[in-house]
């Protein structure tokens, strides 16, 4: 993260680099992007925005000099590729994650401090001296969540990895690394070629979003009380119910259908199954 930026129209964004290198935060990668991967992320992402997905924007793609080594298909071929930078912008890359880790080491203290900055930063409904203020801002992540992936779904996208590090706590589409748009409709289709378990396959999307949310509430437990954590865990029963809604509106709206009818969700099933099979 190299800054924040706000624009003319008084909007705020985050700046980040994408293979510029380690960082004090890195694992055991070198921190470098490949030209390859870094095209992908540049033009998927300004496609899913110009889709009206909520995702992060790139806005520059710098070649680097740096030879990077990579296993493409994690077969043990590694090649020599060309390295680049993006510079890609969201307007908040905290993710589940960010809360997770703190909550398993303990840190309360600045698990709050944490929380209590992106409401008061990214989430202006809440209100700061609302005691429900977790609980509400567990509930707004739930719902739109559950439309993000019904958005994805909608455009035949598997996002690849979609653990609590790659969940955005604005829900919005982040680290965009072995995606893929199905040709044809496959619930089992995985555009990750070391996902040799299937676990994050387009079918799952939705249940793996429900899975991250379960692992959110939990981080987010030692912060709510008896009365709070029961109300936030029927908020996460609801999901499934978020998530069928609006898939079937994203649908039915693809297949202009109007009004209500009790054949329109078997008619939706029906083509898709049709797709299938072609």
Not at 56 to 81: C, H, M, P, T
Not at 247 to 274: H, M, P, Q, R, S
Request: with cysteine.
């Amino acid at each position: 993260l190299i800054g924040v930026y706000t624009n003319r129209h008084g909007e705020r964004w985050e700046l980040q680099l994408k293979g510029s290198g380690k960082t004090p935060y890195s694992r055991n990668g070198d921190g470098r992007a490949v030209l390859r991967s870094s095209l992908r992320e540049f033009l998927c992402s300004e496609a899913m925005h110009y889709l009206g997905i909520p995702t992060s924007r790139a806005a520059s793609l710098v070649v680097s000099d740096d030879d990077v080594w990579r296993d493409q298909f994690y077969n043990g071929n590694i090649k020599k590729e060309r390295g680049a930078i993006v510079l890609r912008l969201a307007k908040s890359w905290f993710r589940i994650g960010s809360l997770e880790i703190l909550a398993h080491s303990g840190e309360l203290h600045l698990l709050r401090r944490l929380l209590d900055f992106i409401i008061q930063e990214h989430f202006p409904s809440i209100a700061m001296n609302d005691s429900n203020r977790y609980l509400e801002f567990f509930s707004t992540v739930v719902s739109e969540t559950a439309n993000l992936i019904s958005l994805w779904m909608s455009v035949g996208f598997a996002h690849g990895v979609c653990n609590t590090d790659n969940f955005s706590l604005l829900s919005i589409t982040i680290d965009y690394g072995p995606f893929g748009f199905m040709d044809s409709y496959d619930p089992d289709f995985v555009p990750n070629t070391s996902d040799d378990e299937r676990r994050y396959k387009i079918g799952n999307q939705a249940s793996v979003g429900l899975f991250n949310l379960s692992k959110l509430l939990q981080a987010l437990k030692p912060l709510l009380d008896p009365r709070q954590k029961q109300l936030a865990s029927q908020v996460l029963e609801g999901y499934g119910e978020h998530y069928y809604s609006r898939f079937t509106e994203l649908f039915k709206t693809k297949l202009g259908l109007l009004g209500e009818n009790e054949n329109d969700n078997y008619l939706i099933a029906f083509l898709l199954k049709v797709s299938l099979l072609c």
